[in-house]
């Protein structure tokens, strides 16, 4: 079991993070997660461990969600600002190669335009495309971790998709190295 959370803890608090915005609570969302994964379903054979994992996430976002449409309505009455303090995703991902400063430049720029795309997107979107895409699970795995229909996960990616397509080929037409 360590080694499963051990392989999926850095991606699972990007999840977090993208869906949340705020380093603290997707730290948070990720351990609560860990933690109900190895209470209720340690006992399972490790290749389920993967979808239990998922899902339960998954609904510790859709809770953190909830909780903070409840409290978004109290901060209106107090005109409570959160702090701006962000973690930069970029600090915790290893540099691999080295390429020419031009062209890291707008890497590192086209990085950053896609996380904060992905952030844009709507929550059940991110879900789709992560799950999918980043974790590799199929129409059918994702339909139950997001508990929807495959139509459902189908539309969401579809959408996701495409959306990043529009916001991120705009920036970047006409480059030339």
């Not at 340690?42 to 290749?47: E, T, Y």
């Not at 409290?71 to 970029?90: A, L, Q, Y």
Request: net charge positive; glycine share 4%; proline share 3%.
């Amino acid at each position: 079991m360590d080694t499963f959370l051990r392989s999926v803890e850095k991606r699972a608090f990007i999840v977090a993070r993208f869906a949340t915005s705020q380093e603290e609570e997707a730290l948070d969302i990720v351990q609560d997660a860990m933690f109900k994964l190895v209470q209720k379903y340690s006992h399972l054979h490790k290749d389920d461990w993967p979808k239990y994992f998922y899902r339960i996430l998954h609904n510790k976002i859709n809770d953190w969600y909830r909780r903070e449409s409840v409290r978004n309505r109290w901060r209106v009455f107090f005109n409570h600002k959160p702090g701006s303090d962000r973690f930069n995703i970029e600090d915790g991902v290893a540099q691999v190669s080295c390429r020419e400063p031009g062209r890291t430049l707008i890497g590192e720029q086209e990085t950053t335009d896609m996380l904060a795309a992905v952030e844009r997107l709507p929550l059940r979107q991110q879900q789709a495309l992560t799950l999918r895409l980043w974790e590799g699970f199929s129409v059918a795995e994702t339909a139950k971790i997001m508990r929807c229909s495959e139509g459902s996960v189908k539309t969401h990616y579809s959408r996701a998709v495409h959306r990043l397509r529009e916001e991120l080929e705009k920036p970047y037409v006409g480059l030339v190295f």
